[in-house]
């Protein structure tokens, strides 16, 4: 597997062929995906489908489900029905390093730096244990999209300002190699040039050919960079469609409250 950037790069000339919002092949796809915590429900009969190249935003308030819905992906939730599928395989029930090996990788709501170790230990974890060989190779290349982080390699993760924990979430999660990136609100607590600077990189990730997933509450910012959004509702997709047309017809707010929109946009 070649290293990211070496990665991105060769993608970068594919980008600029794939038309936004046209159709390309499915990368992932989740059909019929429902889960629970006990006995609460957390994504209900869910079908999503992102292609290859796109960003896709997945929108809701508070306890809608966007985590539940990554986590699925990721193998980080057991799903009580439905099927997940990446690259046309079916890899519904696999263990999460499996599906990290796949190509898939998941930065987490709340960063989840590890405080007690330094950027370059994080960094490290970041790699797995299938990727310490081409580990110094990949560090070069993250830091090189990170700059901010090469002058923080020493210092403690739980040291770092917000927007550094942010960038190093995104970094670590960008050492597996992956071709899908899943953005569990990147956005969040953060001060708005930090945000801004957070979305500039995903655009660039994007630009570069890289397949995102981006969950969000600041849905103004997200409904600008994503070609496609989700709307959740207690667990359920209460409106899709694409970007420019969601912020036309002004139904993602009716849809974050749950109340339905007479158009299925
Ligand atoms: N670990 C858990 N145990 C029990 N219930 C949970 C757990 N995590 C989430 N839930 C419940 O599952 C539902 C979906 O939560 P989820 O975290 O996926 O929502 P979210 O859209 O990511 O919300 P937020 O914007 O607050 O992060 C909610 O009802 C929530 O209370
Ligand atoms: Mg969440």
Redesign the pocket.
Same mark, same amino acid.
């Given at each position: 597997m070649p290293p990211i950037l070496t990665q991105l790069r060769r993608c970068s000339s594919r980008r600029s062929s794939v038309a936004r919002n046209t159709a390309g092949d499915s990368l992932v796809s989740l059909h019929a995906v429902t889960a629970h915590? $006990?006995s &609460?429900i %957390?994504v209900r009969a869910v079908d999503l489908e992102v292609k290859e190249g796109e960003i896709v935003a997945i929108l $809701?308030?508070? $306890? %809608? $489900?966007? &985590?539940? &819905?990554l986590k699925a992906i990721v193998g980080m939730i057991d799903l009580s029905g439905g099927t997940v599928r990446y690259e046309g395989r079916d890899i519904t029930g696999l263990p999460p390093e499996r599906i990290v090996e796949r190509g898939i990788s998941l930065t987490p709501?709340g960063r989840e730096v590890f405080g007690s170790l330094t950027t370059r230990e994080n960094l490290r974890v970041g790699a797995g244990i299938a990727g310490q060989r081409a580990y110094p190779e990949r560090l070069e290349e993250v830091l090189a999209l990170f700059p901010v982080l090469r002058d923080k390699l020493d210092v403690f993760g739980g040291l770092l300002s917000g927007g550094e924990q942010q960038q190093l979430a995104i970094a670590r999660s960008l050492m597996s190699d992956p071709n899908l990136l899943l953005l569990d609100?990147p956005s969040l607590g953060l001060a708005p040039i930090i945000v801004e600077r957070v979305f500039e990189l995903i655009a660039r990730l994007r630009d570069r050919g890289m397949t995102l997933i981006l %969950?969000e509450?600041n849905v103004d910012r997200a409904l600008q960079i994503a070609d496609r959004a989700y709307v959740?509702s207690t667990?359920r997709i209460e409106l899709e469609g694409d970007s420019t047309r969601l912020r036309e017809t002004g139904d993602v707010e009716r849809a974050f409250l749950g109340l339905g929109v007479e158009d299925g946009a």
């Amino acid at each position: 597997m070649p290293p990211i950037l070496t990665q991105l790069r060769r993608c970068s000339s594919r980008r600029s062929s794939v038309a936004r919002n046209t159709a390309g092949d499915s990368l992932v796809s989740l059909h019929a995906v429902t889960a629970h915590y $006990g006995s &609460t429900i %957390a994504v209900r009969a869910v079908d999503l489908e992102v292609k290859e190249g796109e960003i896709v935003a997945i929108l $809701g308030a508070n $306890g %809608a $489900g966007k &985590t539940s &819905t990554l986590k699925a992906i990721v193998g980080m939730i057991d799903l009580s029905g439905g099927t997940v599928r990446y690259e046309g395989r079916d890899i519904t029930g696999l263990p999460p390093e499996r599906i990290v090996e796949r190509g898939i990788s998941l930065t987490p709501e709340g960063r989840e730096v590890f405080g007690s170790l330094t950027t370059r230990e994080n960094l490290r974890v970041g790699a797995g244990i299938a990727g310490q060989r081409a580990y110094p190779e990949r560090l070069e290349e993250v830091l090189a999209l990170f700059p901010v982080l090469r002058d923080k390699l020493d210092v403690f993760g739980g040291l770092l300002s917000g927007g550094e924990q942010q960038q190093l979430a995104i970094a670590r999660s960008l050492m597996s190699d992956p071709n899908l990136l899943l953005l569990d609100e990147p956005s969040l607590g953060l001060a708005p040039i930090i945000v801004e600077r957070v979305f500039e990189l995903i655009a660039r990730l994007r630009d570069r050919g890289m397949t995102l997933i981006l %969950a969000e509450q600041n849905v103004d910012r997200a409904l600008q960079i994503a070609d496609r959004a989700y709307v959740f509702s207690t667990g359920r997709i209460e409106l899709e469609g694409d970007s420019t047309r969601l912020r036309e017809t002004g139904d993602v707010e009716r849809a974050f409250l749950g109340l339905g929109v007479e158009d299925g946009a």
